[in-house]
């Protein structure tokens, strides 16, 4: 006990405050560019491009496999960078200005329809897109257990961050649609990248990291490595938000096939349903917020999952628009359930790894909770390829004879089996990482014990 307060002392009393609002609006302008590419690159290389399934496929698979050779490189020279600025802030700084620019280039296709270098064109700035995404992701989240060490800034400041990630999905998810029908995607491409430069930046210069902090004893990349790989608890915590990531992904990316496909409406209902469903994710996160302060975050995951899952469960049984918005309406509210608690739950665990070897590897830790985000993307692809497998729809000009099934099954069958993977796996993270033993240090450290 005395080691814990000891260290929390120092913290709290080490270097400049860093506003919980100026670092929240960073997951404002980190959310934007990524959000565009997750939920619209297939609509528009199968769709509008005229890439086949199987071809997408192919680019989410090999994007994954480069994310997972670099991710623990990026954590690890994060960790050891030693600058005026601090560790994350020169990564955040130099990486943001040519994300936009691959951004851009991806919707900037400079073939014609048909050009055998299509898929080629647009694999590689896929794969720059999201690789540039990961180091400021990585970098971004690293900050978060380091600048709000108390379980109490922590929620305030993660609701906060979540609320802006939301704002940044109703532009970039659910305007996108009506936008890109009259501008096209590449001018929404350019006016999104500017603004999360903008964002980033604002929130990079706005944070001050805590110069004790930084290592003083040199950790090799084996060792850090090793340390992280021993803990079940993040293997666990992984594959439960890997498997959650991969339904969230799926919902958004295959919302605009189901309707267009299944229901056979406008693009317009694309944008409606995704604003209803992140207004109430917004509520939802409210809501949340208010029971985290008396519940564990990981007791708030588990339900928060659960609750995606029943949702899933319904959209088997949605056949119009109404019953659409409803059923993903309460998925919404899940999620703003997952979203509320399943950073809390990863401090938490970065929390127990300092306590455990005395070292702080934000970066590693970080990396590996990206890695198992993003590994999303193999199966992701696996589902596009079984939907071209199994229904047949190549591309928007051959879409098959059932594209409306291929559509369900992107859009709720695969993400329910997914979902309930990542329910099965939250029960097998230790319980010692509830939040309110770290509410009780800080009382002890208020009251001098």
Same mark, same amino acid.
């Given at each position: ?46 769709? +509008? ?32 960078? +030693? ?28 073939? =014609? ?23 400021? @992701? ?5 900050? /978060? ?19 802006? +990630? ?86 958004? +990316? ?40 008396? /519940? ?45 608690? =399943? ?23 970080? =990396? ?40 369900? /099954? ?11 993977? =990542? ?17 009780? @240090? ?8």
């Amino acid at each position: 006990m005395q080691k814990r307060r000891d260290h929390s002392s120092a913290e709290r009393l080490g270097g400049r405050t860093t506003h919980p609002l100026r670092y929240a609006v960073g997951m404002f302008g980190t959310s934007i560019p990524i959000n565009l590419l997750r939920t619209y690159a297939a609509i528009y290389c199968i769709d +509008q491009v005229g890439i086949t399934s199987k071809q997408f496929s192919i680019i989410l698979f090999v994007y994954t496999i480069v994310d997972v050779l670099n991710i623990f490189w990026f954590g690890y020279l994060s960790d050891r960078t +030693q600058t005026r600025w601090g560790r994350r802030k020169p990564w955040l700084v130099v990486s943001t200005p040519l994300l936009v620019f691959s951004l851009i280039g991806f919707f900037s296709l400079p073939f =014609s329809e048909g050009n055998v270098w299509i898929g080629v064109y647009l694999g590689i700035f896929y794969i720059l897109t999201t690789a540039l995404d990961l180091i400021i @992701n990585l970098n971004y989240g690293s900050l /978060f257990p380091e600048l709000f060490p108390e379980i109490k800034t922590r929620i305030k400041t993660n609701l906060l961050r979540q609320a802006f +990630q939301v704002a940044a999905m109703v532009i970039s998810i659910a305007l996108t649609p009506v936008i890109t029908e009259r501008f096209g995607y590449l001018s929404v491409a350019v006016i999104y990248g500017v603004l999360a430069w903008f964002m980033i930046w604002f929130s990079a210069f706005g944070c001050h990291e805590r110069f004790h902090h930084q290592p003083k004893v040199k950790v090799t990349f084996t060792e850090s490595f090793s340390m992280v790989m021993r803990e079940k608890n993040l293997w666990t915590y992984g594959f439960a938000t890997a498997f959650y990531s991969i339904s969230f992904a799926l919902f958004m +990316q295959s919302m605009p096939f189901f309707i267009k496909y299944a229901l056979h409406l406008d693009a317009t209902r694309t944008s409606l349903i995704f604003f209803v469903v992140l207004l109430v994710t917004v509520v939802g996160m409210g809501v949340w917020g208010r029971i985290s302060c008396f /519940f564990s975050a990981l007791n708030v995951l588990r339900v928060g999952t659960a609750i995606i899952l029943f949702g899933f469960f319904l959209l088997l049984f949605s056949n119009d628009f109404l019953t659409l918005t409803l059923f993903s309406s309460l998925i919404g509210f899940g999620i703003a359930g997952v979203m509320i608690s =399943s950073d809390l739950v990863g401090a938490l665990l970065i929390d127990r790894g300092y306590e455990k070897h005395k070292k702080r590897l934000e970066g590693v830790y970080s =990396s590996f909770f990206n890695l198992m985000y993003r590994v999303n993307g193999i199966f992701i692809g696996f589902a596009f390829f079984l939907v071209e497998q199994f229904y047949h729809f190549s591309s928007g000009t051959s879409p098959g004879d059932a594209p409306d099934q291929a559509a369900k /099954f992107l859009f709720v069958v695969f993400p329910l089996a997914t979902a309930i993977l =990542s329910l099965l796996m939250t029960f097998f993270i230790s319980n010692d990482n509830d939040n309110t033993q770290y509410v009780a @240090n800080e009382t002890h450290l208020k009251e001098g014990e």
